[in-house]
Each structure stands twice: as C-alpha cells, then as structure tokens.
C-alpha cells in the first residue's frame, strides 16, 4: 500500500463540514467517494483537522492509503475530474508509511473575515461575515495580541463529545493579528491546535470587545485557568478559512 498525502482547497457553503455524516454531504465523504471510484475499493480518509459546516479551506491536508499505482499528477487530475467544482486537489504526493496528517501537524493558520462597508459585494457574500454596524476597531487591533502565547481556552471552545475524555483546553497560539484590507478586516491567528469553534469564538469576543460589551482586562480574564465564563458569541462559519498546515 502507498500512503498518499494530498492538499484541498474547498468552498465550505455546501457542505456539512469536513467530517463524514450519514445521509448529509460532507468534503471527507465527497473525497473518500472519488477515491473509492479510482481504487474500486472503500479508501478511509484522515484530515489534518476537521473544520466545520460553512468554513472553508485554502490548504487542508489529508492522507488515505491506496493499492493503486497511478502516478501521483494523474491521481490529482483524476479526482479533479470527478470532483464537484468547489473542491479542488492542489497537489498530491507520496508520503511516509506513518504519515498522519493530524497527528504530526506542528501549526495551523486560520484567517477570519469581516467586510465592514455597508454593501457587501454579492460575490463576496458567502465568504466573509458581512458586519457593517458601528465599532471601536482599534479594540480589534488592541485585543487580538491578547491571544497570543500558551492558555486555558475553554471558554472559547464549544462542547464537544471528546469533553468526557476531560482532555487539555491548553493551546500555544504562536501569532494573533488583526489586518485591514480596504473594506476587509481579517483576523490571523497561527497556532499548534485549535478547539471546536475556537476562532469564531476567539473573533466573536473581539466583536463583542469592539462594541463595548467587554473590557480588555474581561478578555484577560477569560483567558485565565477556571474562567467562570464562557465567550459572548461565536462569529459566523462563511468567514473562517483555514490557510495552511505546518509539518516538520
């Protein structure tokens, strides 16, 4: 068998996020679909991380195990050409027998973004959280390095089914900015893990900061072991991307 490992770019809108979902379209049930196709036998596909219903991918990575000798170039063009158009294989090659694209990720960079004019272009619709009402946006500028550096984030993070395992809500977030793009505010954040709706939370509590519903010294707080509360609100999926996945 080969261990194949391969980056996507997707369009999130359609989708039910990464993870597969009986009866519910899915981008790993899409992928492992096509391959089963090349293969003519069922092929498991493991993800770099799973994002969730809406978000997006400029560079997610993946790895399946495959019997099939088909030169890596014609694999990608192969599952292009059965793929539906908002999912697209940017680049395939062969990887080590123990590739594991989660388990050996070293960092993630996501980007959240925020289209601030009154009219949002239709084209940009379903690709930023379209927030035109009045804020204080350097409390965006002022918060955002808040993140940065090894904390307890669970109250940023969404329930989720691992939470009985009891498992660590301690993250290292390496870099956390904000940028202005002409109408855009983009939120950048590279870190060595991310919990379920972390960005969007981490986003929604900067909105929340930037409308005068919380102090930065309330943002610090939330940041410390036992906070008592949870984060005010999660921001939108149609504006996260993941951008990139790091590996040694």
């Given at each position: 068998m080969r261990r194949i490992k391969f980056t996507i770019s997707y369009d999130g809108t359609e989708y039910h996020g990464w993870q597969v979902q009986p009866g519910l379209p899915t981008i790993q049930g899409t992928l492992e679909t096509v391959l089963g196709e090349i293969e003519k036998a069922g092929v498991h596909v493991e993800g770099s991380g799973r994002t969730d219903a809406g978000v997006h991918a400029l560079a997610q990575v993946a790895a399946c195990s495959l019997a099939n000798p088909i030169p890596v170039d014609?694999?990608?063009?192969?599952?292009?050409?059965?793929?539906?158009?908002?999912?697209?294989?940017?680049?395939v090659e062969e990887g080590a027998d123990d590739f594991h694209p989660r388990f050996q990720a070293k960092a993630k960079t996501y980007e959240y973004r925020i289209w601030r004019d009154e009219v949002c272009p239709p084209f940009q619709r379903r690709y930023v959280y379209h927030f035109p009402y009045r804020i204080n946006e350097d409390a965006f500028f002022a918060a955002a390095p808040l993140y940065a550096g090894t904390h307890d984030f669970t109250a940023f993070a969404a329930a989720d089914e691992k939470d009985e395992l009891r498992a660590s809500k301690v993250r290292t977030v390496y870099s956390s900015e904000?940028?202005?793009?002409?109408?855009?505010?983009i939120y950048r954040v590279r870190g060595s893990g991310f919990l379920k709706h972390m960005v969007r939370n981490l986003t929604g509590t900067m909105i929340d900061m930037s409308r005068g519903n919380m102090s930065l010294d309330e943002l610090r707080a939330?940041?410390?072991?036992?906070?008592?509360?949870?984060?005010?609100h999660s921001a939108p999926a149609r504006?996260?991307?993941?951008?990139?996945?790091?590996?040694?």
């Open positions: 014609n694999l990608r063009k192969a599952m292009n050409r059965l793929l539906p158009a908002d999912i697209r294989i940017i680049s904000m940028l202005r793009q002409g109408a855009m505010l939330l940041l410390q072991p036992g906070a008592q509360r949870k984060a005010c504006g996260l991307f993941l951008v990139s996945v790091e590996y040694p």
